[in-house]
C-alpha cells in the first residue's frame, strides 16, 4: 500500500504533467551526459591500475640535449643503464629491461606482422603482474629460443591445438620453442604485449656490444625501489652515474644527458614522449571533460530550481489551504521534498536505463572496451547514491524554502506576488543557467 504522503506528491507530479515531463527530460539528459563522461574519467584514470605494487613502480627514461639548445626526450633508456643501476644502487628493489621488435612471425602457412612483440628480461615478472596458464615465467624465458604468447594470440596461431613446444620462425631469421602462455592483459595498460622472447636472443641478434652503449635507446626499462627510498633522491644519483660512465664521451659531442625517473601511475595521461609504447591520453583533456560533467549537471539543477519556482503562486494557493487546515511548515517542507525525490527518482532511473541501451554508442565514440563492466563495480553504485542525494538536496532546497515560506494570510487576500529578492534570485540563476550553457557550446 502506498503512503498517503507518497499519494499527494504522486498527485501534484501528474497534475502537472508538462512541467514535471521538463523537469525529468532536463535531469535525465545532464544525468546520462554526467555519468558517461565520469566512465570515461575513471577509465582514463584506472590505467596500470591492476598492478599490485602500481603505485611502487617506475620507469626511466633517457633525455639528451646539445650544446645550441636542442633537446630530445624519450619514452626510453640506454641500455647499460639498467645494468649499472643493478650494481650500484641497491635501493632499487627490482629492475628489468623489454625491447620491442616489430616482424614478421610465422608458423605453418600462418604469417603476421606482430607489432607487441618484445625481448624481455626475466625480472620483468616480479614487477608487473602477468598471470601464466602454463610454462614457468623465471626460467622459461631467460633460456634462449624460448618464448611467450598471450592467450588470444595462443588462439589466433594454434586455434584449439597445444602451443607448448611449437616453433615459430621470427622475421626467418630466428626460431622461438613456445614454452609458456600468459593471459592477455587488460586493455587500460600502457604496456600490451602479444608475445614475449627471450633475452638472450637479443644479445645474438644485435651483438654483445649492444649493452654498453650509452648512446642507443628503445630500451624500456622498469623498476621498483625499497621501501623508503625517494625517487627524487634517486634521480639526483642518477647524475652521478651518467657523469662516471659516459660523461667524457658526452664531453666531446658537446651533449650533455640525463636519466628521468618517471612513476607508473603518471605515464598514461601525463606522458608524451618519442618512443612512447602506445598512443596515450590527455591529463588536460580528462580536467577539461571533469569541469564540463559537473557544469551540465548544474544547467540541469539550475533549469529545477526556475521551473519549480515560477510556479510559486500557482502552489503557494495549495500551500495556504495546507497551512490553514494544520499542517505545519515542517510537514510541508516533506512533502515538497518528496515530490522533488520522485521526479529525480524517475530521472536517475531513465538515466540508468539510457546509459545500459546505449553503451555501444558509448564504447564506439570513447574506444574503452565493451569488458569495461562499470555497473559492477561498488564506486558505480557509491556514486549514483551520492548523486541522487545531492540532486534531491540542490535542486529542491531552494524551491521548498521559497514556497513553504509563504504566509496564508496573503494568499487569503489575495496579495501574494513574487518578491522582488525571488525575482531577483531567478534571473540571477537564468544568467548564470545561459553563462554556462555559452561557455560549454564555446569550448566545444
Known amino acids: 500500500m502506498i503512503p498517503y504522503p507518497i499519494k499527494i506528491a504522486l498527485r501534484n507530479i501528474l497534475s502537472n504533467g508538462l512541467f514535471s515531463l521538463i523537469n525529468i527530460i532536463g535531469l535525465t539528459t545532464a544525468l546520462t551526459a554526467f555519468l558517461y563522461i565520469l566512465l570515461y574519467i575513471k577509465y582514463e584514470n584506472s590505467y596500470d591500475t591492476f598492478h599490485k605494487n602500481y603505485d611502487d613502480i617506475y620507469r626511466l627514461r633517457y633525455e639528451r640535449s646539445s650544446a645550441e639548445g636542442e633537446s630530445v626526450k624519450f619514452a626510453s633508456c640506454c641500455p647499460p643503464a639498467a645494468i649499472r643501476i643493478r650494481e650500484l644502487y641497491p635501493e632499487v628493489k627490482k629492475i628489468a629491461r623489454i625491447f620491442r621488435y616489430r616482424a614478421t612471425v610465422i608458423f605453418g602457412d600462418r604469417k603476421f606482422y606482430e607489432e607487441r612483440m618484445y625481448f624481455a628480461e626475466p625480472q620483468i615478472f616480479n614487477i608487473f603482474d602477468i ?43 630466428m626460431s ?67 657523469e662516471r660512465d659516459f660523461g667524457e664521451v658526452l664531453r666531446s659531442y658537446k651533449l650533455t644527458c640525463d636519466l628521468k625517473v618517471q612513476p607508473l601511475k603518471e605515464i598514461h595521461l601525463q606522458s608524451h614522449y618519442m618512443q612512447e609504447l602506445e598512443v596515450n591520453g590527455n591529463k588536460n583533456t580528462v580536467i577539461i571533460l571533469k569541469i564540463v560533467a559537473f557544469f551540465i549537471l548544474i544547467i540541469a539543477w539550475v533549469n529545477y530550481i526556475n521551473i519549480t519556482t515560477a510556479r510559486a503562486l500557482t ?28 521526479i529525480n527518482l524517475a530521472s536517475f532511473s531513465l538515466s540508468l536505463f539510457l546509459i545500459l541501451i546505449l553503451r555501444p554508442l558509448f564504447h564506439n565514440l570513447t574506444g574503452i572496451p565493451s569488458g569495461f563492466n562499470f555497473w559492477e563495480e561498488t564506486w558505480f553504485v557509491l556514486t549514483i547514491i551520492w548523486l541522487l542525494i545531492s540532486s534531491v538536496m540542490i535542486s529542491g532546497i531552494y524551491p521548498v524554502f521559497v514556497i513553504t515560506s509563504i504566509k496564508s494570510s496573503k494568499i487569503i487576500q489575495g496579495n501574494y506576488s513574487h518578491s522582488r529578492s525571488g525575482i531577483f534570485v531567478r534571473k540571477a540563476l537564468v544568467a548564470f543557467q545561459m553563462l554556462m550553457a555559452i561557455s560549454l557550446v564555446t569550448c566545444t
Not at 134 to 153: H, K, L, Q, R, W
Not at 214 to 232: K, M, R, V
Not at 333 to 341: A, D, N, P, V, Y
Open 131 to 173: 598471470e601464466f596458464i602454463s610454462g614457468n615465467p623465471s626460467t622459461g624465458i631467460s633460456s634462449a629460443n624460448c618464448a611467450f604468447i598471450s592467450e588470444s594470440y595462443s588462439n589466433k596461431y594454434f586455434g584449439q591445438s597445444n602451443p607448448m613446444g611449437q616453433t615459430i620462425s621470427v622475421d626467418k631469421e
Open 315 to 342: 502552489r503557494a494557493k495549495q500551500v495556504g489551504l495546507s497551512k490553514i487546515s494544520g499542517a505545519s511548515r515542517v510537514q510541508l517542507i516533506g512533502q515538497f521534498f518528496i515530490e522533488t525525490f520522485l
Open 176 to 242: 622461438f620453442v613456445i614454452t609458456g602462455i600468459f593471459r592477455d592483459l587488460p586493455d587500460n595498460s600502457h604496456l600490451n604485449i602479444d608475445i614475449l622472447l627471450s633475452w638472450p636472443d637479443l644479445i645474438t641478434h644485435y651483438g654483445p656490444d649492444i649493452e654498453g652503449s650509452w648512446g642507443d635507446t628503445g630500451f624500456f626499462t622498469y623498476f621498483i625501489l625499497n621501501t623508503g627510498a625517494s625517487p627524487e633522491e634517486f634521480e639526483v644519483k642518477l647524475k652521478d652515474l651518467v
